[in-house]
C-alpha cells in the first residue's frame, strides 16, 4: 500500500500472487541475479496487473526499509547475512529450504498527521511501543526523543506475524491500538483505518487504495459537517 509512491504498510506473501506465479518470479529474479554474479542482499520489484501479469521496475542493492517482512516470513536475519557475504563466508542456506513460514505485515509508523499527512515534527512526550509473540518494533523512538524536521518522517516499523494472514491483521490491529506516542502526530490512526478496509481484508486491493480510503473519509466528514 503507498501514497504518492511512498509504501506505507507492506505485507507477505501477497494474496494477490499464486504460489506457482510466486516460483516463477523468485526463478526470474534469481536468473538474473546469477546472470551478474550478484553476490550480496538485494531486491528486486516487480509489478503485477489485473490480468496477472508481471513486470520487472528495479533492483535495490541493498537491505529495504520493508526487510523485516522478509525476515519474519522466513525465519532469516538479512543483515547478519549480508554481513557475512562481505566477509566472504559461505550461506547457511540453500535455496530449497527458503520457503515460507508465517505471514507477515509491516505499517511504517510516521510523524505525519494521519488526515492530511503534512509532518509532524517535534518531542516525543510519551512513549509506549507494543510486544508479546507475533509483533516487533524496529525503532530508534523513545520518550523525551525529538523528531528532526530535516530528515524522513519515518519513527518506527511495527511489524506483525502469524501462521495465517487473518492472525497477523488481528494482531497487528491490538499492536496498533497498544501503540502510544504522544507530542507529536503520527499516522497510527489511518493505519487503524485501512486494516478495517474491507478491500484490504480480502486482500482485493491495489496501489489506488489509500487514495479511495481518504476519499471515502472526506466524504464522511462531509457529511457530518452538513448534518
Known amino acids: 500500500m503507498q501514497r504518492r509512491h511512498q509504501k506505507m504498510i507492506e505485507e507477505a506473501p501477497s494474496p494477490a500472487v499464486s504460489p506457482e506465479l510466486r516460483r516463477e ?3 526470474v529474479a534469481l536468473k538474473a541475479m546469477r546472470g551478474i554474479g550478484y553476490n550480496n542482499v538485494g531486491t528486486i520489484e516487480f509489478l503485477l ?3 496477472g501479469n508481471y513486470y520487472f521496475i528495479e533492483m535495490n542493492t541493498r537491505i529495504q526499509v520493508e526487510h523485516p517482512v ?3 516470513v522466513y525465519g532469516l536475519d538479512l543483515v547478519r547475512l549480508q554481513i557475512k557475504l562481505a566477509n566472504g563466508d559461505p550461506l547457511e542456506r540453500t535455496q530449497e529450504s527458503v520457503v515460507p513460514r508465517f505471514h507477515a505485515i509491516e ?5 505525519e498527521d494521519p488526515r492530511t499527512f503534512a509532518p509532524s515534527p517535534g518531542t ?3 512513549y509506549h511501543q507494543p510486544g508479546g509473540y507475533g509483533v516487533r518494533v524496529d525503532t530508534m523512538a523513545y520518550e523525551d526523543y525529538r523528531v528532526q524536521p ?9 511489524i506483525c506475524w502469524g501462521d495465517k494472514r487473518e492472525v497477523a491483521i488481528s494482531r497487528m490491529r491490538r499492536a496498533l491500538e497498544e501503540y502510544v506516542i504522544e507530542g507529536i502526530k503520527t499516522n497510527i490512526p489511518f493505519h487503524r483505518r485501512v486494516l478495517e478496509h474491507q478491500g484490504f481484508l480480502t486482500g482485493r486491493y491495489d496501489t489506488r487504495i489509500v487514495d479511495q480510503i481518504m476519499s471515502a473519509g472526506a466524504e464522511a466528514a462531509a457529511r457530518s459537517d452538513g448534518g
Open 49 to 51: 496487473d489485473e490480468k
Open 124 to 126: 516525543i512526550t510519551g
Open 150 to 158: 530535516y530528515y524522513d518522517s519515518l519513527v518506527a516499523k511495527l
Open 70 to 72: 522478509t525476515e519474519q
Open 107 to 111: 505499517c511504517r509508523v510516521n510523524a
Open 25 to 27: 518470479m523468485g526463478e
